[in-house]
């Protein structure tokens, strides 16, 4: 058992994955290259190891992935824009302060790809053909408020949404009518708290109560009622009670001991539960995890955006003010 | 996409979900690794830039449509090549005759079928199927309800076989002049889900949307028509609009619920909803402190069998947390009605079962 952070075999790891591929399986993800490459990036950055790739090289690549016929941006070359990688790839932009090496042509492209995906009721769809999730709004949202272009045209209707999206047990499902998953928690409560909303959200302590149950014997937390603890929920469920103001409702320490309980001594890397295979998601989100409980000197994160603290402190707070 | 030098050795883009821990390669078995999979990984690629380069230049013939089934077959997580295959469908299909487009569309469903079945927990694959469903305007409802029930049966609580079913259940519902007819046949479905397993949160989650749905409207049937007397008892219910009666009978379930597995946290979520304002601002101020008391009462009876049956005596922790809850909702009817000094040891009593969570028992005021 693993009882403090293994830091560096973790930057370890993440240089493994960002060296050439190696085999199939490396072959086999391109759909979620960009993904990875934020996890991956975040993990370095929170890890206080920015500086081991070289910006412009990543930079390329991002911009490498833009899907010339929406100005969206695909996981990679060649493949389709869709609101999950368009999301990742500015907020790897972000975090290198690199948003204005986009041509303005590029960003007014990307803006308007993303706005052109919300559909009359508020939601968005992640690409053209019309899968409508949670997850997309708060794609969008939080990649307009990175570009500066949210609009009341645009979040009013989104928020209304949401809101539908709300449960019998004060969680919230990937449209109206689907089952409560605290992944949605922090989907639609990052919504909320990006436009400046949380106000409107009823049923405050329900949810609060609801997402404190996640954590189970042992410490770790579940998304679902009667489901095994996986460390990527410690991210999904700690950031909305922390949005919520109430990270003590469960116990950190207790927490921490899961995640760090889930590192592969030998490989570096974080897994699911204690002694599986590690991968790069759930390296970011036990690492996220962990500086949000306030372990060790990790570089702080923020809640809302799931961005290092020193890279959103730039971004400008919705409403905007025009001066 | 590489920024470090060298070739991969010990990680993954996936995300794994329980998959076994394998050990960490040296640099010479990774080597060897990498020898062993190369005739894999050139199939591979080749086949990847092919599909990638024909969509890319719009090519939509038979051969470019293997191709794409060859790829997904190997990789269902490439979702710009479901997008071709969706651009390939959209452009056979133009122009055709519904009975035409449906033989077409009906083929697709069987291929994603057999994907389905590989990995039923597939975003694309679920989303392919409903984007098929859409186009096709002859889709066999009551096929896809026979699937989904085979996908509970492997998986109960799986929520893109729950969502799907609720999307399937919103097509029907658009055709039908009787959608409230459909609305009771899923609440007996649900119904008939819970009493299999009465843990089944996805099902009860499903049970709360039906009965806000069939309160708003309901349909009128024989006792025989529905066959089964309870269900004809909650038939007459939302009828009447009787939220009293309601909460009677629900909480029957409930209460049944419990005493099958007190730990199970599914039902206690249930029953704070069923005592929420949603309910209780519809009911008399007397109505509410009968079912409440009477409730409370309930819950610590089960509380003391759970103290005997408790190697250590303790209380169990989910009867607490609701005993508390319901003597919250109490006190904002009638303060008289809850002894304060019972509610503080409560409190203090489940900071003792339940340190994890213990400050938001100190921070609970009524
Ligand atoms: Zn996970």
């Not at chain 1, 973790?10 to 072959?27: E, G």
């Not at chain 2, 993954?12 to 060897?32: N, P, T, V």
């Not at chain 2, 230049?57 to 038979?62: A, D, E, M, S, V």
Request: proline fraction near 3%.
């Amino acid at each position: 058992m693993n009882e403090s952070l293994l830091a560096e075999k973790h930057v370890m790891y993440v240089k493994d994955l960002f060296r050439h591929p190696a085999y199939l399986i490396h072959f086999m993800a391109d759909h979620l290259k960009m993904n990875a490459l934020y996890w991956g990036l975040g993990t370095l950055f929170l890890l206080k190891h920015q500086k081991e790739f070289e910006r412009s090289e990543v930079i390329q690549f991002v911009i490498s992935c833009i899907d010339e016929s929406n100005g969206g941006f695909g996981a990679a070359p060649k493949h389709d824009a869709h609101m999950l990688s368009t999301l990742s790839a500015i907020q790897v932009l972000k975090m290198y302060d690199a948003i204005d090496e986009l041509t303005d042509e590029q960003k007014d492209r990307v803006i308007n790809f993303v706005k052109s995906m919300q559909l009359e009721d508020g939601s968005f769809q992640g690409d053209r053909f019309g899968e409508v999730d949670t997850r997309f709004v708060y794609n969008a949202i939080q990649c307009l408020s990175l570009l500066e272009a949210l609009t009341p045209e645009i979040v009013n209707p989104a928020v209304e949404w949401i809101l539908q999206c709300q449960n019998f047990d004060g969680c919230f499902g990937m449209v109206p009518g689907a089952e409560s998953h605290a992944a949605q928690a922090f989907t639609c409560l990052g919504v909320l708290a990006i436009t400046n909303n949380l106000d409107k959200l009823p049923n405050c302590e329900l949810l609060e109560w609801w997402l404190s149950d996640r954590q189970i014997e042992g410490g770790g937390l579940n998304g679902r009622p009667e489901k095994l603890p996986d460390v990527c929920y410690s991210w999904w469920v700690l950031s909305s009670l922390s949005m919520l103001g109430k990270l003590h409702y469960i116990d950190g320490a207790k927490l921490q001991g899961f995640i760090l309980s889930c590192q592969d001594d030998s490989k570096g890397g974080i897994s699911d539960r204690p002694d599986k295979e590690v991968d790069v998601y759930h390296t970011f989100f036990g690492i996220a995890g962990l500086s949000l409980l306030g372990y060790g000197d990790l570089t702080p994160i923020n809640p809302i955006y799931c961005l290092p603290v020193s890279v959103t402190d730039t971004i400008k707070q919705y409403p905007y003010r025009f001066t | 996409m590489s920024f470090v030098r060298g070739y991969s050795q010990n990680s993954s883009f996936e995300s794994i979900h329980g998959r076994e821990k394998s050990a960490k390669l040296s640099e010479s078995e990774a080597l060897k690794r990498m020898e062993m999979e190369r005739p894999k990984v050139d199939k591979y690629k080749e086949l990847n830039e092919l599909v990638l380069n024909s969509k890319l230049n719009k090519i939509y013939n038979k051969q470019s449509f293997e191709l794409i089934t060859k790829l997904l077959e190997i990789n269902p997580e490439l979702y710009t090549v479901w997008n071709y295959r969706k651009e390939y469908l959209i452009n056979e299909i133009d122009g055709m005759n519904e009975i035409n487009k449906h033989e077409i569309l009906e083929n697709e469903l069987y291929f994603v079928l057999k994907q389905l079945k590989k990995f039923p927990k597939s975003y694309w694959i679920w989303n392919h199927r409903i984007w098929c469903l859409k186009l096709d305007n002859l889709s066999d409802w009551e096929n896809e309800l026979k699937l989904i029930k085979q996908f509970l049966t492997v998986d109960s609580r799986n929520f893109h076989v729950w969502s799907y079913r609720r999307f399937i259940i919103k097509c029907m519902k658009d055709i039908s002049k009787d959608s409230d007819i459909i609305d009771f046949e899923e609440f007996k479905f649900t119904t008939s889900m819970i009493n299999k397993d009465i843990s089944n949160y996805s099902a009860w989650h499903n049970r709360s949307k039906l009965i806000e749905m069939l309160f708003n409207k309901s349909p009128v049937l024989s006792k025989d028509d529905v066959g089964d007397n309870k269900l004809f008892q909650y038939l007459l219910i939302f009828n009447n609009k009787d939220i009293n009666e309601f909460l009677i009978k629900e909480l029957e379930l409930f209460k049944t619920a419990i005493y099958t597995d007190p730990d199970d946290s599914s039902v206690w979520f249930y029953m704070k909803w069923l005592i929420s304002e949603y309910f209780l601002n519809k009911i008399e101020n007397d109505e509410k402190i009968d079912i409440i008391t009477k409730l409370i009462n309930d819950i610590k009876e089960l509380n003391e069998l759970e103290i005997e049956d408790n190697e250590n005596g303790n209380d169990n922790k989910w009867c607490l947390i609701s005993i508390v809850y319901l003597m919250k909702q109490l006190y904002k009817i009638d303060k008289l009605l809850v002894n304060l000094d019972e509610f503080n040891n409560y409190l203090t009593i489940l900071q003792k079962i339940d340190p994890m969570k213990r400050n938001r028992y100190i921070e609970l005021n009524i």
